[in-house]
Nanobody, 119 residues
Framework: QVQLVESGGGLVQAGGSLRLSCVASGSIFSINTMGWYRQAPGKQRELVAT???????NYADSAKGRFTISRDNARNTVYLQMNRMKPEDTADYYCNYNAVPVYGAVNYWGKGTLVTVSS
C-alpha cells in the first residue's frame, strides 16, 4: 500500500502562483512515476504533469510553459509549481503514484487538494 498526501491548494488570483506538494509513504518502489492530475466540476480527470523517478517528464499542453513538475526522490515527494494561473486551472488536483513491481502494476491516488483561480 502507498499513501499520498497532497498540500498547497487554495485560492489565487489569475496570474498568480501556487505550489502543490505530495508526499508518498508506505511500500515505495524505487522505480516509479509520480504526477498530478486534475478534475474540474462536470469534467473528467485529466493529466497535468508526471515525472518518473529517473527524471523524465510529461506535460499536458495546457501546462506547458506555465507549470513545472519536480520531485525529491529521497523524500518521496513530488511538487507542482504553477505560474501564470488562469481561471480554467480551477479544479481538484490529485497526486498519483504508479509502479510496476514484479507482482504487477500498482496505481494509487491522493484525496486531492482544491485549487481555485479567481478572475
Amino acid at each position: 500500500q502507498v499513501q499520498l498526501v497532497e498540500s498547497g491548494g487554495g485560492l489565487v488570483q489569475a496570474g498568480g502562483s501556487l505550489r502543490l506538494s505530495c508526499v508518498a509513504s508506505g511500500s515505495i518502489f524505487s522505480i516509479n512515476t509520480m504526477g498530478w492530475y486534475r478534475q474540474a466540476p462536470g469534467k473528467q480527470r485529466e493529466l497535468v504533469a508526471t515525472m518518473t523517478s529517473g527524471g523524465s517528464t510529461n506535460y499536458a499542453d495546457s501546462a506547458k510553459g506555465r507549470f513545472t513538475i519536480s520531485r525529491d526522490n529521497a523524500r518521496n515527494t513530488v511538487y507542482l509549481q504553477m505560474n501564470r494561473m488562469k481561471p480554467e486551472d480551477t479544479a481538484d488536483y490529485y497526486c498519483n503514484y504508479n509502479a510496476v513491481p514484479v507482482y504487477g502494476a500498482v496505481n494509487y491516488w491522493g484525496k486531492g487538494t482544491l485549487v481555485t483561480v479567481s478572475s
